[in-house]
């Protein structure tokens, strides 16, 4: 069964077609720019059997709900009431993020459990699910919001684009490059402390070596050491979600 499914982020809203286990359709948004005319036109050029919404911008929620549970297509909202299947070995639920919870969700269908998720958009997020569900997870930042703080908080440091980091000295010869590096060795080095620390303690409490997961455009920066050791899936959050839909509705 196909299904639309659309992730409203902090930066960008990204939305997709999935059948099964196949994204058919994607693209993404402006979150600032997202309107319910766009939705209403995606949706028409979509003709998919349902609708699902992860959203981490309230004000966004609320203006693209109408338009989405108005489609005339059975319509799933994923919070941490609605999500089936996945428990949560953690106090807050309602804490944790509609997006990182269809990542878990999809995490599940990808690899199973025990697993780490790292999710690399505004923020990098660290989620771990065990065999009881959700059990915590780590914020920290992500590339981009890196390479703007130090455009914005010096007088001299140009602006970066992120996806220029590659390939540059370790050693910088220019600001330019020494940026470069700071940034790219910098990234890689926190996700693999990250990495290390997390698989480390989930062994110590005698779980077997979870299952790594990233997604998000920032995962070429992943230490190489890890790269063989991982699972990259670019549409987790899509996925997750429209395992979510089928759930709820099986």
Known sequence: MSLFCLDVGNTHAHWGVVDGRAVTAHGEIPTA?????????????HPTRGVALASVVPALTAAVLPALAGAGRPFYHLTHDTVRGLGFDYPTPAEVGQDRLADCVGAQLVVGAPAVVVGMGTATTVDILTDRGYAG????????VMTRYLHERTAL??????????????????TVDAMRAGCALGFAGMIGAL?????????????????????????????????????????????GLAEAHRRHFA
Request: aromatic residues 2%; charged residues 10%; neutral net charge.
């Open 195 to 239: 990495l290390d620390g997390v698989c480390a303690e989930l062994v110590r409490q005698g779980s077997p070596p979870p299952k790594v997961v990233v997604t998000g455009g920032a995962a070429v920066y992943l230490p190489a050491s890890w790269r063989a050791r991982v699972t990259h899936e670019p549409h987790l959050t899509l996925l």
């Open 33 to 45: 720019a997202l309107a319910a005319a766009d939705l209403a036109a995606l949706l028409a050029a």
């Open 137 to 144: 997870g780590i914020i920290a930042p992500g590339l981009g």
């Open 157 to 174: 440091l140009p602006a970066l684009d992120p996806a220029a980091l590659l390939g540059g000295p370790a050693i910088g010869k220019s």
